[in-house]
């Protein structure tokens, strides 16, 4: 998995304490399974508040929250040169033939936007193929923790405790 | 350079144009409408972002990404004597668009320098990125001038200084190509 973030630069996340979801966005995810799926969206958005919970945000109950968070998730075809076979001893160096394969990655953006500047002021994503992961619950349940965990374990820390 | 025997100065070439590209990996061209003359050019604005997916989810309405291209081009065209319209009408409309894609090599450039034997040539997968830059002339509404900026961005928008310094080598390169005005 592929986890790595973007911000802007000299923002100090001490000052935020409370957040809420933006609304969500009208892209199309790029496969059928995954639009509107509630088990998906339902889940990436639990896994998101647990991780916020723990890192000391509140999510707001009423009035303007200091962040608003959105996500967007997105299923490419990608290709990849096969060179597996060869580093797990499968092929002899002159059998090893390249082979081009296909593959369905998956990517999560989480923004993150503060609602005085309405700027995004973080962004997050996890990408990883997604091959037998969209037609098992239970797998794309652990795909989307893991992501979201190693996500927000980028979110740089509150200085002060909460 | 007249002292240097001949294969000591295209040694002394070669490093001069490594230097100069930094990277050599980058390819840079542009096209230009016959007859323009940029010199009856002094104002621009920025046209309204287009829509189109860069093909990265990383990158798509990614504020960093975007505003940095948009500062770099601002900063090499204020250089260049290039005003930014506050109000009415510029002279000059500039579109741009990155997209990114991946990209097979089967290593042609690791074996002829002798990186690797024949049977280890191995094919490689990579994230290419392109950057275009358009101008077009609003009295004829014609596009006027294309640059554009093509290279590996593999690991680099997962690394925001290395994108950072990619978008600064990519914007610079290209408004090289801008006509000089007289």
Redesign the interface.
């Known amino acids: 998995m592929n986890v790595s973030s973007h911000v802007q630069s000299g923002i100090d996340f001490a000052r935020y304490r409370t957040y809420d979801w933006g609304p969500a966005d009208a892209l199309p995810t790029g496969d059928p399974r995954l639009d509107k799926d509630p088990f998906f969206q339902d889940h990436l958005l639990g896994a998101v508040e647990k991780q916020l919970a723990a890192r000391g945000y509140e999510r707001s109950a009423s009035g303007t929250p200091d962040l608003l968070i959105h996500y967007h998730a997105s299923i490419n075809q990608r290709i990849d040169v096969n060179r597996a076979d060869r580093e797990h001893g499968y092929c002899y160096e002159d059998d090893c033939q390249a082979g081009v394969v296909e593959y369905e990655a998956g990517t999560i953006v989480l923004d993150i936007v503060d609602t005085r500047t309405n700027r995004v002021i973080w962004r997050g994503w996890a990408q990883d193929s997604v091959e037998d992961v969209l037609n098992n619950q239970d797998r794309m349940a652990q795909k989307i923790d893991e992501a979201v965990r190693r996500m927000l374990a980028r979110v740089p820390p509150k200085l002060q405790s909460p | 350079m007249h002292s240097l025997s001949p294969p000591l100065r295209f040694a002394a070439l070669a490093v001069a144009a490594l230097a100069l590209t930094g990277c050599a990996s980058m390819k840079v061209n542009s096209y230009l409408e016959r007859g323009s003359d940029f010199a009856g050019y002094q104002t621009y604005g920025w046209a309204p972002a287009d829509r189109m997916e860069t093909g990265d ?2 990158l ?6 975007h505003e940095r291209i948009q500062a770099d081009v601002e900063q090499q065209l204020a250089a260049r004597g290039y005003e930014k319209t506050a109000s009415g009408v510029p002279d000059l409309v500039l579109h741009y668009h990155a997209s990114i894609s ?1 990209q ?1 090599d089967v290593s042609g450039a690791d074996r002829e320098a002798g990186y690797c034997d024949a ?2 040539c ?4 990579y994230e290419a990125g392109t950057l275009v830059l358009d101008l077009v002339d609003t009295r004829t509404n014609k596009l006027v001038w294309r640059g554009w900026a093509k290279d590996s961005v593999d690991g680099m ?4 200084e290395l ?1 950072e310094q990619k978008v600064d080598e990519a914007v610079t390169r290209i408004l090289e190509k801008l006509p000089r005005r007289l």
Not at chain 2, 60 to 65: E, L, M, R, W
Not at chain 2, 122 to 125: D, G, K, L, Q, S
Not at chain 2, 157 to 160: G, L, P, V
């Open positions: 989810p990383r798509d309405n990614n504020p960093f990404f991946q097979i049977n280890d191995r094919p490689y997968v928008i997962d690394n925001q994108m």
